[in-house]
C-alpha cells in the first residue's frame, strides 16, 4: 500500500522527533554517570535555564511556519523571500540581544546559580544564539516542507550532541564546560546544514511584503505564554534549588531527571491532539471525546512508568542513575507523581488553545508566580520543595480539568485570532 506524502512526512517526523528525544534522554543518563555529582546537578540547572529563555524561539518557529507554508499554497515566491528573510533577521536580533545579555551579566547568573565560574554561562550564551538562529531555519524547512532535511538535522545534531560530549568529557575534562561544548557543535551544524536547502531564500530580492507579521505575533502570544508558564512549573525549581543548596542539590538533580522521562514519554500525545482539535474547531464539530482519549493515552503512559518506578525504585535508580539514596528515591517519588499530573495539564492546556479558549493563561501564569514565590519562601529541604511541586501539579490539573470540560460544542463561524496571512 502506497502512503501519501502527509502520511509519509508524518512517520518521518514521528521517527526523527523520537529519536531525537531518546538521544537527549540517553544525554542525561550518560551525563549523571561520567561527570562528577555536583557538576550535574549545575548542569541540569544551565539545561533548566537553556529551556525557559528559548521558549520564544519555540514559539518563533510557529510564525516562521505559518508564513512560509501559506505563501508556498499561494505560490508568492517572492513575498516567501521577502517574509522569510524579514523573520530571520529577528531571530538574529533577538538571540543576538540575549547573548550579550548573558554575556553582561554573566557573573551574576553564576553567581546566582553557585556554579563558581562563569565559564558554563558563556556556553551557554553561544548555544542559545545558535538555538535561536535555528528557530528561523527550522520554521523555513517545516513551512517549505523540507522533511528530510529536517528530520536528518535533527536526528545528527541528537547524535552529535551525546557523542561529543562524551568525548569532551571522558578524555578532555569532566568539568561543567565540557559537559556543555558538547552542544555547541551540533546547534551551529543544525544552522549551517539547514541553511543549504534554503538557500534560494537568501537571494537578496526585495518586494513589498504583502503579510501582516505584527499581526501573527499577536496570534502566538498565547501559545506563548502556556510554553513560558509550563518551562517555569516543570523548570524554575530546579534553578531555585541549585541557588539555595548549591552542592545540596545534587540528589534533587537526580530525582528530576527521572521524573522527566515521564515527559518525554506521553510528550507526543498533545501535538497529535492540538492538530486534530484545531482541525475539528474549524469545522465547528464536537472535539470533547479527542481530549478524553487524550489524557486516557497520556494518562497510561505516565502511570506506567510512575508505577514501575515507585515499584521498585532503587533498582529504576541503578539503572538510570548508577546511584540511590533514601533521599532521591522519596524526590524521585514525588517528582513521579508531579511530572505524571504536569503531563496530563500539558494537553488540557492545547486543548483549550486549539479551541482558542483562552482563559486558563491568566490564572496560569499566577500559579507559576506562586509556585516561584512557595519555594523562594519554603525552602528548608529539597523534599519541601518536591512537595510544593507536586501540590502545585496536582492544583492546576485539577483547575485545568474543571475549564477544559466546560468548553462547549461551537455554534456558528469560530472567532479566533486572524493570523494575519
Same mark, same amino acid.
Given at each position: 500500500?502506497?502512503?501519501?506524502?502527509?502520511?509519509? =512526512?508524518?512517520?518521518?517526523?514521528?521517527?526523527?522527533?523520537?529519536?531525537?528525544?531518546?538521544?537527549?534522554? &540517553?544525554?542525561?543518563?550518560?551525563?549523571?554517570?561520567?561527570?562528577?555529582?555536583?557538576?550535574?546537578?549545575?548542569? =541540569?540547572?544551565?539545561?533548566?535555564?537553556?529551556?525557559?529563555?528559548?521558549?520564544?524561539?519555540?514559539?518563533?518557529?510557529?510564525?516562521?511556519?505559518?508564513?512560509?507554508?501559506?505563501?508556498?499554497?499561494?505560490?508568492? *515566491?517572492?513575498?516567501?523571500? $521577502?517574509?522569510?528573510? %524579514?523573520?530571520?533577521?529577528?531571530?538574529?536580533?533577538?538571540?543576538?540581544?540575549?547573548?550579550?545579555?548573558?554575556?553582561?551579566?554573566?557573573? =551574576?547568573?553564576?553567581? !546566582?546559580?553557585?556554579?563558581?565560574?562563569?565559564?558554563?554561562?558563556?556556553?551557554?550564551?553561544?548555544?542559545?544564539?545558535?538555538?535561536?538562529?535555528?528557530?528561523?531555519?527550522?520554521? #523555513?524547512?517545516?513551512?517549505?516542507? %523540507?522533511?528530510?532535511?529536517?528530520?536528518?538535522?535533527?536526528? #545528527?545534531?541528537?547524535?552529535?550532541?551525546?557523542?561529543?560530549?562524551?568525548?569532551?568529557?571522558?578524555?578532555?575534562?569532566?568539568?561543567?564546560? /565540557? /559537559?556543555?561544548?558538547?552542544?555547541?557543535?551540533?546547534?551551529?551544524? #543544525?544552522?549551517?546544514?539547514?541553511?543549504?536547502?534554503?538557500?534560494?531564500?537568501?537571494?537578496?530580492?526585495?518586494?513589498?511584503?504583502? /503579510? *501582516?507579521?505584527?499581526?501573527?505575533?499577536?496570534?502566538?502570544?498565547?501559545?506563548?505564554?502556556?510554553?513560558?508558564?509550563?518551562?517555569?512549573?516543570?523548570?524554575?525549581?530546579?534553578?531555585?534549588?541549585?541557588? !539555595?543548596?548549591?552542592?545540596?542539590?545534587?540528589?534533587?538533580?537526580?530525582?528530576?531527571?527521572?521524573? %522527566?522521562?515521564?515527559?518525554?514519554?506521553?510528550?507526543?500525545?498533545?501535538?497529535?491532539?492540538?492538530?486534530?482539535?484545531?482541525?475539528?474547531?474549524?469545522?465547528?464539530? *464536537?472535539?470533547?471525546?479527542?481530549?478524553?482519549?487524550?489524557?486516557?493515552?497520556? &494518562?497510561?503512559?505516565?502511570?506506567?512508568?510512575?508505577?514501575?518506578?515507585?515499584?521498585?525504585?532503587?533498582?529504576?535508580?541503578?539503572?538510570?542513575?548508577?546511584?540511590?539514596?533514601?533521599?532521591?528515591?522519596?524526590?524521585?517519588?514525588? &517528582?513521579?507523581?508531579?511530572?505524571?499530573?504536569?503531563?496530563?495539564? =500539558?494537553?488540557?492546556?492545547?486543548?483549550?488553545?486549539?479551541?482558542?479558549?483562552?482563559? !486558563?493563561?491568566?490564572?496560569?501564569?499566577?500559579?507559576?508566580?506562586?509556585?516561584?514565590?512557595?519555594?523562594?519562601?519554603?525552602?528548608?529541604? $529539597?523534599?519541601?520543595?518536591?512537595?510544593?511541586?507536586?501540590?502545585?501539579?496536582?492544583?492546576?490539573?485539577?483547575?485545568?480539568?474543571?475549564?477544559?470540560?466546560?468548553?462547549?460544542?461551537?455554534?456558528?463561524?469560530?472567532?479566533?485570532?486572524?493570523?494575519?496571512?
Amino acid at each position: 500500500m502506497r502512503l501519501d506524502s502527509f502520511t509519509k =512526512n508524518s512517520l518521518i517526523m514521528f521517527a526523527a522527533s523520537s529519536l531525537g528525544s531518546f538521544f537527549n534522554l &540517553f544525554y542525561q543518563l550518560v551525563m549523571v554517570r561520567v561527570v562528577p555529582k555536583e557538576v550535574f546537578a549545575s548542569l =541540569n540547572s544551565l539545561l533548566s535555564l537553556l529551556i525557559i529563555i528559548s521558549v520564544p524561539c519555540a514559539s518563533f518557529v510557529i510564525m516562521v511556519t505559518k508564513h512560509i507554508s501559506s505563501h508556498k499554497a499561494r505560490n508568492n *515566491d517572492e513575498q516567501l523571500r $521577502t517574509v522569510w528573510q %524579514k523573520l530571520a533577521g529577528h531571530a538574529f536580533w533577538f538571540s543576538l540581544a540575549v547573548f550579550i545579555f548573558m554575556i553582561i551579566f554573566k557573573g =551574576n547568573i553564576a553567581s !546566582f546559580l553557585r556554579l563558581g565560574s562563569s565559564g558554563g554561562i558563556v556556553i551557554l550564551a553561544f548555544i542559545f544564539f545558535f538555538s535561536g538562529l535555528s528557530s528561523a531555519v527550522t520554521g #523555513g524547512l517545516q513551512g517549505l516542507e %523540507k522533511f528530510k532535511w529536517l528530520a536528518f538535522i535533527t536526528v #545528527g545534531a541528537g547524535f552529535l550532541k551525546l557523542f561529543l560530549s562524551f568525548v569532551l568529557v571522558k578524555m578532555v575534562s569532566n568539568s561543567l564546560s /565540557a /559537559a556543555l561544548a558538547g552542544f555547541l557543535l551540533p546547534s551551529a551544524f #543544525g544552522v549551517i546544514l539547514g541553511l543549504w536547502p534554503l538557500r534560494t531564500l537568501l537571494k537578496r530580492k526585495e518586494v513589498k511584503e504583502v /503579510a *501582516d507579521i505584527k499581526k501573527l505575533y499577536r496570534y502566538i502570544l498565547p501559545a506563548m505564554a502556556v510554553a513560558l508558564c509550563f518551562s517555569l512549573f516543570t523548570n524554575m525549581d530546579m534553578l531555585l534549588v541549585q541557588h !539555595f543548596f548549591g552542592v545540596g542539590a545534587q540528589d534533587y538533580a537526580v530525582a528530576q531527571m527521572v521524573g %522527566k522521562i515521564i515527559l518525554s514519554i506521553a510528550g507526543v500525545i498533545y501535538v497529535v491532539m492540538f492538530s486534530r482539535v484545531s482541525h475539528m474547531h474549524a469545522l465547528r464539530e *464536537d472535539s470533547r471525546k479527542i481530549l478524553r482519549r487524550s489524557l486516557i493515552f497520556t &494518562f497510561g503512559l505516565s502511570v506506567l512508568v510512575t508505577l514501575g518506578y515507585n515499584l521498585f525504585p532503587g533498582l529504576a535508580l541503578k539503572l538510570l542513575a548508577g546511584r540511590s539514596s533514601p533521599e532521591i528515591i522519596l524526590l524521585g517519588r514525588l &517528582f513521579s507523581l508531579s511530572m505524571l499530573f504536569y503531563a496530563l495539564s =500539558n494537553v488540557l492546556f492545547y486543548y483549550q488553545l486549539s479551541v482558542e479558549k483562552y482563559a !486558563f493563561i491568566q490564572p496560569l501564569l499566577i500559579a507559576a508566580a506562586i509556585q516561584i514565590v512557595a519555594i523562594s519562601i519554603f525552602h528548608q529541604t $529539597t523534599v519541601m520543595v518536591g512537595i510544593i511541586v507536586a501540590f502545585s501539579s496536582l492544583s492546576i490539573f485539577l483547575l485545568n480539568l474543571k475549564s477544559a470540560l466546560a468548553y462547549e460544542k461551537p455554534q456558528g463561524q469560530g472567532l479566533g485570532y486572524n493570523p494575519g496571512l
